[in-house]
């Protein structure tokens, strides 16, 4: 293949990366564009250069793939719960009677009023201490403490 196609899929290649996400389309690119200085250099065989490019972009996709997870390992705040997150495993007091049947139950901790459910379905009365196991959205799982 000559030069100048090896130019021109480099160049097409490059804008297709501008307007997909991924930054995956430009590496085939460059490998095109270095195949296509091959070919100036003289070598003029094509299926040479055809798996020079696919072993060139290949490589520079698993190394981007890899130098970029470990830049951006982890996302800004990852590590920071939330409010919510916080509540799991504290204790707390039953204010309303859990009943999972009935669709009810509110518990006060850190002297916050919340919705309410068992974990394991049981009713659990009013004043009884428990401990929030997970969560759904803004209602709280609770085990009761013995």
């Known amino acids: 293949m000559d030069y100048y196609l090896w130019f021109i899929a480099a160049l097409v290649l490059s804008m297709i ?20 200085l091959l070919d100036l250099l003289g070598l003029h065989n094509t299926v040479w250069q ?21 830049i951006f390992i982890k996302s800004p ?19 309303e009677e859990i009943d999972n049947v009935k669709g009810n139950g509110r518990i006060l901790v850190q002297g916050q009023d919340w919705s309410a459910r068992s974990e394991d379905d049981s009713t659990i009365p009013v004043g009884s201490p428990v401990e929030i196991v997970r969560y759904e959205g803004i209602r709280l799982f609770v085990k009761i403490i013995n």
């Open 77 to 95: 705040g990852e590590d920071y719960k939330s409010n919510i997150d916080v509540l799991i495993g504290q204790k707390g007091v039953v204010t």
């Open 17 to 36: 990366e501008i307007i997909t996400p991924g930054f995956v389309i430009l590496w085939f690119g460059v490998s095109a564009a270095i195949v296509g």
């Open 50 to 70: 055809i798996i020079i490019w696919i072993v060139l972009s290949l490589i520079m996709v698993i190394l981007s793939r890899t130098f970029f997870k470990t």
